[in-house]
């Protein structure tokens, strides 16, 4: 299961509408490629479809799909939006995560 905190389901809704996904029927697309200081780095984007082989959650009030291969990667993890001084975006604290880099965008495990 993926989690969204109450600040990150705000500014997901807000850029979903600017960008004209509709929140209530499309999805945040979570994911992990490979890349980053660290070894991987998560993907983020919106989808106005799942495939066959994602995972789907939703949780406060925002739908999320997940590939099968990320999803591996991404269980318990809790999608956070930043927007103090220290830098503006979206942050994945993920317990799986032995090791982040100093910007927060790339992990290993």
Known sequence: MIKVSETAKKKVIE???DDGYNPATDYVRVGVKSG???????????DKENQ???KVFVDNDVRIIVD???F???IGTTLEYSG??????FVF???NANR???CGESFSL
Not at 36 to 46: E, N, P
Request: glycine letters at 18%; proline letters at 3%.
């Open 100 to 102: 982040t880099c100093g």
């Open 84 to 89: 103090g001084l220290n830098g503006t975006g």
């Open 93 to 95: 604290n993920n317990p």
């Open 68 to 70: 099968k291969k990320s």
């Open 72 to 74: 591996l990667y991404l």
């Open 52 to 54: 066959e082989d994602d």
């Open 15 to 17: 850029l979903m509408q």
């Open 36 to 46: 980053g200081c660290s070894g991987l780095s998560y993907d983020l984007k919106f």
